[in-house]
């Protein structure tokens, strides 16, 4: 059964950085071989994808987070993680990790965490 959880969320006043973690779960040597993303949803708007890693180590960002986000992975240890830097007020939301099937490239996500809040100051 394929478990992820979310950690490392929090307060933080704006242009300061948090590292989000996701622990999964249950996925064993395939970990590798799935695209893996983080997504938020902020109140009263609809859930955005921030960034995805392929299985290939290819990465993909929202306009919003790049070049202050980074997404990266331990496929020994199986943790996700998000990177942030130079956090805004706009950045705060429930943020979500997810991950795919294996060999299936980044398409779908089955799998969902169940958040952790980021919340930015001015």
């Known amino acids: 059964q394929v478990q992820l959880v979310e950690s490392g969320g929090g307060s933080v006043q704006a242009g300061g950085s948090l590292r989000l973690s996701c622990a999964v779960s249950?996925?064993?040597?395939?970990?590798?071989?799935?695209?893996v993303a983080w997504f938020r949803q902020a109140p009263g708007k609809e859930r955005e994808g921030v960034a995805t890693?392929?299985?290939?180590?290819?990465?993909s960002y929202a306009d919003s987070a790049k070049g202050r986000f980074t997404i990266s992975r331990d496929n020994a240890k199986n943790p996700l993680y998000l990177q942030m830097n130079s956090l805004k007020p706009e950045d705060t939301a429930m943020y979500y990790c997810?991950?795919?099937?294996?060999?299936?490239?980044?398409?779908?996500?089955?799998?969902w965490g169940q958040g952790t809040q980021v919340t930015v100051s001015s």
């Open positions: 997810a991950v795919g099937q294996p060999w299936v490239g980044c398409r779908e996500y089955p799998y």
């Open positions: 249950g996925v064993g040597f395939t970990y590798s071989r799935r695209c």
């Open positions: 890693l392929a299985s290939d180590g290819s990465t």
